[in-house]
C-alpha cells in the first residue's frame, strides 16, 4: 500500500520561474492538505482540496500561488513567478475523511529558488 | 490568536534518561491535539490523538497527556532510535491544523 507520494522531492528555480509540485495522495483518501515548513518553524496550513473541489485556500498566499486535485490524476500546488521567499519544503497529506487531525504526510518538496 | 509552543526547542538526552516535552496552546474550541515525529528529510509521522482533558494515550516508551491548556510527551527509557523532531499541532476547526515548531530530540547510546 504506497503511501503519499510527493514530487519532485528537490527542485531548484531562477526567480520569476515557474514551479509544479505534484501530490498522489494515499489510495483511497479524497482529501488533501498542502502544508510549507521553513527552517525552525512550525507547519504552516496552505489548502485542504478534495476531488474537483478547493475547501479552503485562506492559508495560500491570493497572488502567484493555486491548487488543484482533479478528478483523475495528482494534485498540484502550482507557484507562479518565484521568488527567493518562496524556498521552503511544501508537504502535502491525505486523510481517508473529513474532521480528522490525524494526517498521512508524504516526504515533502524542497523547492530552492536562487 | 490561536498559537501552539514547544519547549525546549532541543533536548539531549542520554540512552535510558527519561524526561518530557511540553506543548503549551491557546486555541478557541479545541476539537484535538495531535503529536507527531519527524525524521529529518521526511515527512512528519502520526503518534498520538488526544482529545479531553486528562486524556492519556501510549506508545512504546512514549506516553502524551492532556490538560486544559498543555500537553506532555513523556520518553520513558528512550533509544537512539527515538531521536527525532517531535511536533505538536492543535486543530481549532474541522480540517485545519495549527503546529507548533517542534522539539527536536537527540538520545545519545
Known amino acids: 500500500n504506497a503511501g503519499v507520494m510527493q514530487n519532485p522531492r528537490h527542485l531548484v528555480r531562477r526567480r520569476g520561474q515557474e514551479a509544479r509540485l505534484r501530490c498522489s495522495p494515499m489510495?483511497?483518501?479524497?482529501?488533501v492538505y498542502w502544508y510549507r515548513q521553513l527552517p525552525e518553524e512550525g507547519l504552516k496550513f496552505m489548502v485542504y482540496?478534495?476531488?474537483?473541489?478547493?475547501?479552503?485556500e485562506s492559508g495560500m498566499p491570493k497572488e502567484r500561488f493555486s491548487a488543484e486535485f482533479p478528478k483523475e490524476g495528482p494534485s498540484i500546488l502550482r507557484i507562479q513567478q518565484v521568488v527567493r521567499g518562496d524556498s521552503a519544503a511544501y508537504f502535502c497529506?491525505?486523510?481517508?475523511?473529513?474532521?480528522?487531525?490525524?494526517?498521512?504526510f508524504g516526504e515533502g518538496s524542497r523547492l530552492t529558488v536562487l | 490568536e490561536d498559537q501552539v509552543t514547544q519547549s525546549p526547542e532541543a533536548l539531549r538526552l542520554q540512552e535510558g534518561e527519561s524526561s518530557s516535552l511540553n506543548c503549551s496552546y491557546t486555541?478557541?474550541?479545541?476539537?484535538?491535539l495531535f503529536w507527531y515525529r519527524q525524521d529529518p528529510g521526511k515527512g512528519p509521522e502520526f503518534l498520538f490523538t488526544?482529545?479531553?482533558?486528562?486524556e492519556e494515550k501510549e506508545k512504546e516508551r512514549l506516553k502524551a497527556t492532556l490538560t486544559k491548556k498543555e500537553s506532555f510527551l513523556h520518553i520513558t527509557a528512550p533509544k537512539p532510535e527515538d531521536s527525532a523532531t517531535y511536533l505538536c499541532?492543535?486543530?481549532?476547526?474541522?480540517?485545519?491544523?495549527?503546529w507548533g515548531a517542534g522539539t527536536k530530540l537527540i538520545i545519545k547510546p
Open positions: 497529506a491525505s486523510s481517508p475523511r473529513e474532521n480528522t487531525g490525524e494526517l498521512f
Open positions: 489510495k483511497g483518501h479524497s482529501h
Open positions: 482540496l478534495q476531488k474537483e473541489n478547493i475547501i479552503d
Open positions: 486555541v478557541s474550541g479545541l476539537r484535538g
Open positions: 488526544l482529545y479531553s482533558a486528562g
Open positions: 499541532a492543535v486543530s481549532p476547526s474541522n480540517y485545519q491544523l495549527i
